[in-house]
């Protein structure tokens, strides 16, 4: 029976799900399947052959305590320029903190969809308080705005959303989680390198000890700089001669703003739009390692969320093309500064969020075409499944760690395209449940 879907107003029949099994059944033929089919073929009086001996593979290093740990760290710390007094202080009384390695190894198995994450950032408190805050600061932005050619309202959002304003920066002691991490987290290394940074701001007298507090992961301050990006990016621009992201809001919407501009922000520029697709538009392009001018996007149906001429900038300029909750949700164009926002947060849930409340202060942003809330996400274990499934049936995702990311759609549109369905390359239930009919 052939499978009937609609899409676009009109019915299209794809391959029945017979034609399929055998398609796909030879997109999974493997040289591992060929070895077994020869092997049974081979005669059962087959001479065994004798195994060699097996090695006894070394036994893994022990770990170390963490006082051994600490003592070879300290010796590292003096060695790239840590005063003995400064590292004796920071570490005094310093232990493990159980609560940062369970932080470190936990993978949620729900995740909240795109709409919903939106509806908290984009809440009517959040726009109420960063309006009030637009005025109070106004001085202080413009000359921020000035130097470094950063919109103000996406800084005062990066504000928002980082640490609600300065009040939510994270209440762990800097030194100790970072300490945990590079004991015994899962990136040893990054703590390491980031520790080592931690201990190079107290060593400068940006902040004490006791108030160099942040996330468990080591974010730190009113705009969450991990220690390294802080060492590298921060400003002070108050005055006082040192860079206070924790207490001077100055500093802290300085230095995202020094950052953003040090990570290609384009003064001026927008950072994306809704937009509305054609009837019969191709999908597979939708994928942000794919650019394309704003005159090839008009060409190829794509207009504004109102359906007119698109008006984001020279036609010239490049785009992608970004459905965040697949064919079925909103569209947008997202340019330039939607990666330069990524940059500070590899998120593009995150981005759009950054540009849409970004907007919603300056009397815009609402997206018109609605979410597909009836499609629920999927939980990591179904994720697990999605993968494992479709490398069973030829198409690799790159991996099986329940993360949706390049490799994995880029195998969920294959998948698609052989199947004939919106090749959008977004994890939908519907499709594991397509995946799990060819067992």
């Not at 195994?51 to 060695?79: G, I």
């Not at 997206?367 to 009836?374: G, K, M, Y």
């Not at 949706?404 to 959008?424: E, K, M, S």
Request: hydrophobic share 40%; glycine share 8%; proline share 7%.
């Amino acid at each position: 029976m052939p499978i009937t879907i609609r899409r676009s107003g009109k019915t299209a029949h794809y391959l029945g799900t017979a034609a399929l099994t055998v398609l796909l059944a030879a997109c999974a033929d493997t040289p591992i399947q060929q070895a077994h089919a020869e092997a049974t073929s081979k005669p059962a009086t087959a001479t065994p052959v004798p195994l060699p001996p097996q090695s006894s593979a070394p036994a893994p290093a022990p770990q170390p305590t963490f006082d051994q740990w600490r003592d070879l760290f300290r010796e590292q710390a003096l060695a790239a320029g840590i005063s003995a007094p400064l590292f004796d202080q920071a570490f005094a009384g310093v232990i493990p903190d159980p609560g940062i390695l369970r932080a470190d190894s936990s993978q949620p198995e729900f995740t909240r969809p795109v709409w919903e994450y939106l509806d908290g950032a984009l809440s009517s408190t959040r726009i109420s308080r960063a309006r009030g805050l637009l005025d109070q600061h106004a001085a202080t932005l413009a000359a921020i705005e000035q130097r470094y050619g950063v919109d103000r309202h996406v800084l005062v959002a990066i504000w928002g959303l980082e640490s609600n304003f300065g009040s939510n920066m994270g209440d762990n002691y800097v030194i100790r989680a970072l300490a945990t991490l590079a004991h015994q987290g899962r990136r040893p290394d990054f703590a390491h390198a980031q520790l080592l940074a931690a201990l190079e701001i107290l060593e400068r007298g940006d902040i004490s000890p006791d108030g160099m507090l942040g996330s468990w992961a080591g974010a730190m301050g009113q705009t969450q700089f991990i220690p390294t990006t802080y060492n590298s990016h921060a400003v002070d621009f108050d005055g006082d001669n040192k860079r206070d992201i924790w207490n001077s809001s100055a500093d802290a919407l300085a230095s995202a703003a020094n950052y953003l501009r040090v990570s290609n922000w384009q003064s001026g520029h927008p950072w994306g739009a809704e937009v509305t697709l054609g009837e019969d538009f191709d999908y597979a392009l939708a994928d942000t390692s794919i650019r394309k001018p704003l005159a090839e996007w008009a060409d190829l149906g794509v207009r504004n969320a109102q359906g007119g001429p698109l008006q984001l900038g020279e036609a010239s300029q490049s785009a992608s093309l970004l459905l965040p909750a697949g064919h079925r949700g909103p569209a947008f164009l997202v340019m330039n500064n939607f990666r330069s926002i990524l940059r500070y947060n590899n998120s593009t849930s995150y981005a759009l969020a950054i540009g849409l409340l970004a907007e919603r202060l300056q009397g815009r942003g609402n997206v018109l075409a609605a979410w597909p809330t009836d499609d629920k996400p999927l939980s990591r274990t179904e994720r697990l499944e999605l993968q494992e499934r479709l490398r069973a049936v030829g198409f690799d995702p790159g991996g099986v760690d329940g993360i949706i990311g390049a490799n994995t759609r880029q195998a969920l549109r294959q998948f698609q395209i052989a199947l004939g369905l919106p090749a959008d390359g977004y994890p939908s239930k519907p499709l594991l449940d397509t995946l799990r009919s060819f067992q």
